[in-house]
């Protein structure tokens, strides 16, 4: 329990993280990002190690749903450090951003969240552990709500023309319209 609060708490930094972009505008409070991401691996990497297995499946079924598992990480990293232009999203705070809508932004406004959510989902499974699955449901609500306040009031003070992104791409499920837009960006 105590590395599921711990993950929460990384929501508190992310979200000061965000609100600095838009409110108080200040280099040294990026750091939170950091902070934030780190909490989370370090409560992820507790909850694997923390108790026995509640279940088990069959060997090569674990395999899939590991390999699994590491391609949602490996996007959910994808869409947050390449996807974005890392300086800018991540280091500098004295500019408003242009927004991104090629790639995995194509898709939706926030495709981190579903890699984030399938992550943990195939990781519930490739190990057996009911405290992942948990965590994964705590977190994930955690992040949803997290994006949504950055939808609704901060991205649209942080980034260029994020309204007129709003009404292309949708917030977190992709359509048969953006997974079009999406093909067609990366091609």
């Not at 599921?4 to 993280?17: D, E, K, Q």
């Not at 838009?22 to 280099?27: A, C, E, N, P, W």
């Not at 991540?90 to 991104?100: A, D, F, G, H, L």
């Not at 609704?152 to 994020?162: E, G, N, Q, S, V």
């Amino acid at each position: 329990m105590l590395f599921i609060i711990i993950g929460c708490l990384a929501f508190l930094f992310l979200y000061i993280f965000d609100i600095n972009k838009v409110k108080f505008i200040h280099k040294n409070l990026n750091i939170c990002f950091a902070v934030g991401v780190l909490l989370l691996a370090f409560s992820t990497i507790g909850i694997l190690f923390h108790d026995s297995k509640s279940f088990e499946i069959y060997l090569p079924l674990r395999v899939l749903f590991g390999v699994l598992s590491i391609i949602a990480l490996v996007l959910m990293l994808h869409a947050l450090f390449y996807s974005l232009p890392f300086k800018e999203t991540y280091i500098e705070v004295e500019k408003r951003n242009k927004v991104i809508d090629t790639g995995m932004y194509a898709l939706s406004r926030h495709p981190g969240v579903l890699w984030f959510f399938l992550f943990y989902f195939f990781l519930w499974l490739a190990w057996g552990k009911m405290i992942i699955m948990w965590a994964g449901i705590v977190w994930t609500i955690m992040d949803i709500i997290h994006v949504y306040v950055q939808d609704r009031w901060l991205f649209p003070k942080a980034l260029i023309d994020y309204d007129k992104y709003k009404d292309k791409v949708p917030f977190l499920i992709p359509s048969i319209r953006s997974i079009k837009q999406f093909m067609m960006t990366i091609k």
